[in-house]
C-alpha cells in the first residue's frame, strides 16, 4: 500500500531551468508534507515543508506546492545548479494521529541530474 | 559534529548471524525514529522512541528485529538469524518533541548503516 508516490524515477534538467518534481498522496489524514535531499552514502536532508493549511511556501529557490484536493504536491527549483544534483524524496506526516506524531510516511524517491 | 551519528557505517555478515548497529540521536532530541531503505525505494518506518519508551513498531519489524533506548539517549537495533531480505540501509532520525511546542515534522537523519547478508 504506497500512500505517497512519486512516480517519475528521474528527471534531467539543464543548469539554469526550472526543476519540477512530483507527489501524490492517498492518505486524508496526511496533513504535513517535506521534501528531503540525499546524496550517495549519507543520510537524507531535511529541505523544505508545506503544512496542509497552506498552499504553497518558499525558501530561496525552492518552492513547495500543495494542492490538497488533488492530493499532489510539488517541489519546484529556480534555477537549478549542477549542485542540486540528487535524490529527492516526499514524505508525509499525520500529525492528528497522537502518538504516530512525526513518522514520515516516504515516496520511493526522484533522481535528479542537473546538466552543466 | 552535533548531528546524528551512526555505528557502523557498513555491516557485511553471513545469513544466519545476529548483527547490531548503534544510533546517537542530537543531544536535545526526545524523539528516535529507525527506518529502512532498501535499493529503488524510499525510507520505510520501522519503530520509534519516546525517550526510553518504545511507542510504535511497523508490521516490518518481525520477531528477529529488537530495538532498544535504555537511558533515553542512544538506541540499538538487532537483528537475529539475518536473512538475506534484511540486507538494505537503516537509517535514524531524531527530533525534539514537545507537547505545547511548535509543531515541527523535520527529522535529522543520520548517515545510515548499510547492512549487506550474503
Known amino acids: 500500500d504506497q500512500q505517497v508516490k512519486q512516480n517519475s524515477p528521474s528527471l534531467s534538467v539543464q543548469e539554469g531551468r526550472i526543476s519540477i518534481l512530483n507527489c501524490d498522496y492517498t492518505?486524508?489524514?496526511?496533513?504535513?508534507f517535506l521534501w528531503y535531499k540525499k546524496y550517495p552514502a549519507e543520510g537524507p536532508t531535511f529541505l523544505i515543508s508545506?503544512?496542509?493549511?497552506?498552499d504553497k511556501n518558499e525558501d530561496g529557490r525552492f518552492t513547495v506546492f500543495l494542492n490538497k484536493s488533488a492530493k499532489h504536491l510539488s517541489l519546484h527549483i529556480v534555477p537549478s545548479q549542477p549542485g542540486d544534483s540528487a535524490v529527492y524524496f516526499c514524505a508525509a506526516s499525520a500529525r492528528r494521529s497522537g502518538t504516530s506524531y512525526g513518522k514520515l510516511t516516504f515516496g520511493q524517491g526522484t533522481i535528479l541530474t542537473v546538466h552543466p | 559534529d552535533t548531528g546524528v551519528s551512526q555505528d557502523p557505517r557498513h555491516k557485511i555478515t553471513k545469513r544466519g548471524q545476529n548483527v547490531t548497529f548503534r544510533c546517537d540521536p542530537i543531544s536535545e532530541h526526545n524523539r528516535l525514529y529507525w527506518y529502512r531503505q532498501t535499493l529503488g525505494q524510499g525510507p520505510e518506518f520501522l519503530t520509534y522512541?519516546?525517550?526510553?519508551?518504545?511507542?510504535?513498531k511497523s508490521r516490518l519489524l518481525s520477531d528477529r528485529f529488537s530495538a532498544e533506548r535504555p537511558k533515553g539517549s542512544f538506541s540499538t537495533l538487532e537483528i537475529q538469524r539475518t536473512e538475506q531480505g534484511d540486507s538494505a540501509m537503516y537509517l535514524c532520525a531524531s527530533i525534539r518533541f514537545q507537547v505545547l511546542g511548535p509543531s515541527y515534522n523535520e527529522q535529522f537523519f543520520g548517515p545510515g548503516t548499510r547492512l549487506t547478508v550474503l
Open positions: 492518505n486524508s489524514m496526511f496533513d504535513y
Open positions: 508545506i503544512s496542509s493549511i497552506k
Open positions: 522512541f519516546q525517550n526510553e519508551a518504545q511507542l510504535e
